[in-house]
Nanobody, 115 residues
Framework: QVQLVESGGGLVQPGGSLRLSCAASGIIFSIYPMGWYRQAPGKQRELVATVPSGGNPNYVDSVKGRFTISRDNAKNTVYLHMISLKPEDTAVYFC?????????WGQGTQVTVSS
């Protein structure tokens, strides 16, 4: 049973920072690319960043230079470190993995950027 559990969201002021975590189970974590997505109210879910099993991460233009995706294969966990947060970063953040032809999502963690 593949399971993804996100944590680390919260309320933060503009310019602040947060680190999100996504703990995975039920897969050989180290061999799978992992992704972070977000969905703001009234908007479609969008890709934020991906990290391959080996190689360089990729980011959507709006977060380049502010967000860093990383993974710890020993802990089966992928992280999203976010700095210089803006109100437009407010969304529910999800992690995703594709395994056996199916995509799996966590339950999401809310990030609210507001003064």
């Amino acid at each position: 049973q593949v399971q993804l559990v996100e944590s680390g969201g919260g309320l933060v002021q503009p310019g602040g920072s947060l680190r999100l975590s996504c703990a995975a189970s039920g897969i050989i974590f180290s061999i799978y690319p992992m992704g972070w997505y977000r969905q703001a109210p009234g908007k479609q879910r969008e890709l934020v960043a991906t990290v391959p099993s080996g190689g360089n991460p990729n980011y959507v233009d709006s977060v380049k230079g502010r967000f860093t995706i990383s993974r710890d294969n020993a802990k089966n966990t992928v992280y999203l470190h976010m700095i210089s947060l803006k109100p437009e970063d407010t969304a529910v953040y999800f992690c995703r993995v594709v395994h056996g032809g199916y995509e799996y999502w966590g339950q999401g963690t809310q990030v609210t950027v507001s003064s």
